[in-house]
């Protein structure tokens, strides 16, 4: 199997970006070889509410900010512009900088980032 370059970024919440405490909610994979772009993402916000509390962060914002995400993000077409938008990410919902990762099998590759990265260290 031939591999190709692509990229993925952490979806992740944090209330005070003072204090840079960051909680890992999801990832998004896009390779522009290939033409792919997935999202992968915790529904719930039951390990924001561990990790930070219940009144933390309200719920109903929580879950629409992550929505919204979504769609916003499948509207992406290339690197530049994805990196642009991490840039200009200014609420309690940000994405890391862009990794470089290998891929084979996007699916398989999403698959595996979102379980050692996000569900790998559900409290």
């Known amino acids: 199997m031939e591999h190709t370059k692509g990229y993925y970024s952490l979806i992740q919440y944090c209330p005070d970006r003072s204090r840079m405490e960051l909680c890992n909610?999801?990832?998004?994979l896009?390779?522009?070889?290939?033409?792919?772009?997935?999202?992968?993402?915790?529904?719930?916000?039951?390990?924001?509410?561990?990790f930070f509390g219940k009144s933390s962060f309200d719920d109903k914002w929580l879950t629409n900010?992550?929505?919204s995400l979504v769609y916003t993000i499948k509207n992406i077409k290339s690197k530049e512009e994805?990196?642009?938008f991490i840039q200009t990410r200014a609420n309690e919902l940000i994405l890391s900088n862009?990794?470089?990762?290998?891929?084979?099998?996007?699916?398989?590759?999403?698959?595996?980032?979102?379980?050692?990265?996000?569900?790998?260290?559900?409290l």
Request: charged residues 20%; aromatic residues 8%; glycine residues 4%.
């Open 25 to 28: 909610l999801g990832v998004i």
């Open 98 to 122: 862009l990794t470089s990762v290998r891929i084979i099998y996007p699916e398989i590759t999403l698959a595996n980032l979102f379980l050692e990265l996000i569900q790998g260290n559900i």
């Open 82 to 84: 994805f990196e642009h």
């Open 30 to 50: 896009f390779s522009p070889q290939i033409n792919f772009l997935d999202i992968k993402i915790i529904k719930n916000n039951n390990k924001v509410k561990k």
């Open 65 to 67: 900010a992550k929505n």
